[in-house]
DNA sequence: TAGTTTTAAGTTTTT
DNA sequence: CTTAAAACTA
């Protein structure tokens, strides 16, 4: 560990010895693939610690995400443990831990929740009634982005992104919302310190103090908003080093922005750049397949990447007939080399690449058959599940009680009378608040509502005003639901009596108080209530998180499903509550806690049993910074990947996608390209993907039936449309129907459709959204649909059929 | 309103 | 095929 000489310097090889050693100007290091940034990045700390004299303290390295920020940690504490002290994190976790201490400058108060994109698209709802869910989809979307690039509802830029007044109207509507609700979204995480460290420069002034060495990692991913974050942070004669590849920029569509890298010398003055093209990771056929495949991208800064290992397997393509085909082929390959190779040989070797989450299913079934142990990464399933979700949501609204989001999803569940009605009457009512306690300082609110108890929004509050109200059934199903959130309010040690304690009797019984004098750590098991759910609490937070589900009968709602979907359920539930256990049961810890989930999702799921040693299956974007001895990359099919609807840009960021999956292999890579494909439960004729032919035949060993037209001499030619589904005009002669516009189909034209059975054309409309066809089937039901939405499921059959 | 049945829609990629 | 939305019935 190099304890008291510079050895730890002797491993560096030239280029990046000199990227350690840079001091002075900004620094942009450009590092190909497996070039040993993360080693010059955890080496630059330590040596800037030990020779520099520099305060751990005052640095801040930010990298893309979580798991990296803790890999990196880990590793300059092994060269310095003084690293200790500075603060690696990922930019939006750098945004949260900004927020708690200076949002109160943009009105938040500390105990704010993170809505996610699901939490943002329920909001965006709420301000569009009765549109489709997919323009509100849309709309959200567009508001995400839109705060990536650091555009507020007023920018004149916002244009760019919808230049409809409409869509500044909701965001402006969607802002507001949020602020009256007290909470942020991703990216108010970026965006709100950004706004607040231009605004007040007494702050910018202490943050200027405080670090004075940035190191940014993957920067070629980051976008407008943290690009502006980090300028708002850098002062005077501090150092700056930013590191990242244009080559695997692969989150354009999450506003990640290529030009903050290509135009970085241009940004900040006197920059110097250090590229790093050794590459120590992969054999050389795996490098030549890479290059070969990214050179057909226009504007790259260009790199010539060395394969210091020498030479190696060439890359294996393999034509297969469908997905179960590929999913034996892959653990096939597995098995043999375990069976064939020595002890060593470990599961742990293999990575199985994937475009789409979707894709793991196959996987799985054929793995889990075979008793080969794998492991999922970063699959986002469990929190996306209806019961975590649930309670989630009840947690979050114990923190914040202007949760209107959290709220919505909870009160009425399960089902207990308090409907549609009874919801918008308690939101209008929350609302109404925010006149009244405006009112109040003149003195107009009535004296047994304090003030206190009722900040504007307060949805508890305003439903506890409204019970006497409201009808029985009503009354006594809000009753429960509040009863359940004051419970667990009472399990936070700590917690003072605010807006419910006054009124119900109900929360002030038994176990609350009387779980405050046992002291902490000597606790027994759940409460009764929650020995029904079958719910074990145990430290902590864990126990709030139990009492609230039990009482909120979430629990048994979910208990009561049939026996296998019940368990499945409860077992998730128990193991959000262990996660619980390990967070401190006050107000800090169930915000710690919420944020936790909201900022790092990445749990692994799966079969790994143990010890750990399993096959990785992951998706190309969550492979970034990865690298494994042997990689399957499968559905190299076109459609797949690149998706079909990519073009120009879209099309380059594939093709780098597909490149950041190539390099993430040392030793062994194989593709896989079906021939069909079962989707939406259908089976899809498959195409060999564009990059395989990119790639080059010499670059390539091919296995299997080559598909007709691959590895002739390209040409340019759209060979691989042979026998092409869905595409071209409208078969057949005979009578001349009329045609709609996309030339898919004309009328008397005969169908087929799964559930409607055999049926003709009758008639083509144009609509703004494409041609709408009429049909009659021949069990006389007339069916309208969408040309551009509904052709993959009306399948022509011909005239004469 | 609640719960059930029918019908449409969906799959990028992630902090 | 799986899940979400809409339509319908009790």
């Not at 050389?284 to 397949?289: K, S, V």
């Not at 499903?561 to 077992?571: A, K, T, V």
């Not at 899809?684 to 060993?701: K, Q, T, V």
Request: hydrophobic share 40%; glycine share 10%.
């Amino acid at each position: 560990m190099a304890a008291d000489s510079s050895q730890y310097l002797d491993v560096l090889n030239p280029e990046q010895r000199e990227a350690v050693l840079h001091r002075g100007n900004p620094l942009l290091i450009l590092a190909g693939a497996g070039s040993g940034k993360t080693r010059v990045i955890t080496t630059k700390i330590a040596w800037l610690i030990r020779e520099c004299g520099v305060d751990a303290a005052s640095i801040l390295a930010v990298t893309f995400t979580n798991k990296a920020a803790r890999e990196m940690a880990a590793r300059a504490r092994l060269i310095d443990e003084r690293s200790d002290r500075a603060m690696l994190r990922t930019f939006h976790s750098f945004g949260a831990w900004f927020l708690r201490r200076y949002g109160s400058r943009a009105g938040l108060e500390p105990g704010f929740t993170i809505y996610d994109d699901d939490d943002a698209a329920a909001l965006t709802t709420t301000l569009m009634p009765g549109a489709p869910q997919a323009e509100v989809k849309q709309t959200a979307r567009r508001i995400s982005r839109a705060k990536d690039y650091f555009l507020s509802p007023d920018d004149p830029g916002l244009d760019a992104i919808d230049h409809r007044a409409s869509f500044r109207a909701i965001y402006r509507a969607y802002e507001e919302k949020l602020a009256a609700i007290g909470n942020v979204d991703f990216g108010d995480l970026i965006k709100k310190p950004v706004e607040i460290l231009r605004g007040d420069a007494e702050i910018a002034r202490r943050f200027h103090e405080r670090f004075r060495v940035f190191l940014v990692d993957e920067y070629q991913d980051s976008n407008v908003a943290q690009f502006e974050l980090l300028k708002a942070l850098y002062g005077e004669g501090a150092y700056l080093c930013v590191v990242g590849d244009d080559d695997q920029s692969i989150y354009r569509f999450r506003g990640a922005e290529v030009r903050n890298i290509l135009e970085f010398p241009g940004r900040f003055p006197g920059v110097d750049i250090i590229r790093l093209e050794r590459n120590y990771r992969s054999v050389a056929p795996i490098l030549r397949l890479a290059s070969a495949v990214v050179d057909h991208n226009r504007g790259r800064l260009g790199k010539n990447l060395r394969a210091e290992r020498g030479t190696g397997k060439l890359p294996t393509l393999v034509f297969l007939a469908d997905q179960e085909a590929e999913a034996v082929f892959a653990a096939k390959l597995i098995e043999n080399s375990l069976a064939a190779g020595e002890g060593t040989a470990r599961y742990t070797d293999w990575a199985i690449l994937y475009r789409t989450h979707a894709q793991s299913l196959g996987l799985e079934t054929e793995f889990l058959r075979r008793r080969i142990p794998y492991r999922i990464v970063g699959s986002l399933k469990f929190y996306e599940r209806e019961e975590i979700k649930d309670a989630l949501a009840l947690l979050a609204f114990m923190l914040n009680p202007r949760d209107e989001i959290a709220f919505r999803r909870v009160v009425n569940k399960p089902a207990r009378g308090v409907g549609g009605a009874t919801v918008e009457r308690i939101i209008t009512e929350a609302f109404a608040i925010t006149g009244a306690a405006r009112d109040d300082a003149a003195g107009f609110l009535p004296p047994e509502i304090p003030r206190a108890a009722s900040p504007a929004g307060d949805l508890a509050a305003a439903a506890k005003r409204l019970l006497p109200a409201l009808t029985a059934k009503a009354r006594a199903g809000l009753g429960t639901f509040l009863a359940a959130i004051e419970a667990g309010m009472e399990e936070l040690t700590g917690a003072e009596a605010s807006a419910g304690n006054d009124g119900g009797t109900d929360g002030n019984d038994s176990n609350g108080d009387s779980a405050k004098k046992v002291p902490r750590g000597k606790r027994g098991g759940g409460t009764r209530k929650a020995a029904a759910s079958g719910l074990r609490s145990g430290e902590g937070l864990s126990r709030c998180l139990v009492t609230l589900v039990s009482r909120a009968g979430i629990a048994e709602h979910y208990a009561a499903r049939d026996e296998i979907e019940g368990d499945s359920r409860i077992g998730n539930l128990q193991e959000l509550v262990n996660g619980a256990s390990l967070y401190p049961d006050s107000r800090e810890g169930l915000a710690e806690f919420l944020e936790h989930i909201e900022l790092d999702r990445s749990l692994e799921e799966g079969e790994a049993g143990g010890n750990g040693n399993a096959v990785t299956f992951i998706t190309l974007h969550n492979t970034k910074g990865l690298e494994f001895r042997r990689v399957i990359m499968t559905g190299v099919e076109q459609g797949i990947f690149p998706r079909e609807d990519k073009k120009d840009d879209d099309l380059e960021e594939e093709r780098r996608l597909f490149y950041v999956g190539v390099t993430r292999a040392m030793d062994e890579l194989y593709l896989t390209s079906c021939a069909m494909r079962r989707m939406y439960g259908r089976a899809m004729p498959m195409e060999p993907s564009l990059f395989l032919r990119e790639a080059g035949r010499e670059n390539l060993r091919v296995l299997g039936e080559t598909p007709y037209g691959f590895g002739r001499a390209a040409g340019g030619n759209p060979a691989f449309r042979a026998g092409a589904p869905g595409g071209g005009r409208a078969a057949g002669s005979g009578r001349a129907g009329k045609a709609s516009s996309d030339g898919k189909w004309k009328t008397g034209e005969r169908l087929y459709h799964d559930d409607y059975g055999y049926g003709a054309i009758i008639r083509i409309d144009e609509s703004e959204d494409g041609p709408v066809i009429s049909a009659r089937f021949d069990t006389g039901k007339e069916i309208r649909f969408l040309s551009e939405s509904q052709s993959r499921r009306f399948t022509k059959i011909g005239e004469d059929f």
